[in-house]
């Protein structure tokens, strides 16, 4: 089954077929938590306690119709995760790891929920919570799920580089393997301005 996916602006469309495997959660990390404020949307991704929903695939099962120009990409440091986002409304779009040999998208939320489409629909899992000690308020979430979903991921990326299917991606170039925009990285300042707001 395809779903359809945009940003908030209705630039950036495409869609994504229903992965065979996929993971969902719930990321409770500072870093998921200083992309939100880096957008200036972190009402409309984070929960009351900063959760950010998430759903994990390959990337292989997402495509874009229109709007890639308006695809921005960044990392909080050198070393970070690659975050993609649309430039025309800082719609998030999800996380990708540095490399496109090791296949993966963890696709935000905003993107996925629409009138038509509910993430219960996407995934009928329950979520893992994962990395709940950023959580904020107490009781804190209790983390479950985690090592299932790592294991999953684990899976999936393997597969992807013994099948070749590791090239399908909409966000590198497959002759060069670098992302298709380049990445800001945030100055150490840009960095502890997003840490401090958190």
Request: charge should be positive; proline fraction near 6%; glycine fraction near 8%.
């Amino acid at each position: 089954m395809t779903y359809s996916i945009q940003c908030k602006c209705g630039n950036v469309q495409g869609s994504i077929n229903k992965p065979e495997s996929i993971n969902r959660l719930i990321c409770y990390c500072r870093d998921c938590q200083a992309f939100a404020h880096f957008l200036g949307r972190s009402h409309e991704i984070l929960d009351h306690q900063g959760g950010t929903e998430i759903v994990q695939m390959l990337p292989k099962h997402i495509s874009f119709a229109q709007g890639t120009e308006y695809l921005g990409c960044m990392r909080l440091t050198e070393a970070g995760l690659l975050r993609w986002y649309t430039t025309c409304c800082n719609t998030p779009i999800g996380n990708t790891l540095p490399s496109h040999t090791l296949s993966f998208l963890g696709m935000v939320h905003n993107c996925l929920e629409s009138a038509d489409v509910k993430l219960d629909e996407i995934c009928d899992t329950k979520p893992a919570y994962v990395n709940t000690k950023g959580a904020k308020e107490d009781p804190k979430p209790k983390p479950t799920g985690q090592l299932k979903a790592i294991l999953r991921n684990l899976l999936m990326i393997l597969k992807a580089r013994l099948d070749g299917s590791y090239k399908q991606t909409p966000f590198f170039r497959v002759d060069s393997g670098l992302p298709i925009v380049t990445p800001k990285i945030l100055s150490s300042q840009e960095y502890d301005d997003l840490m401090n707001a958190v």
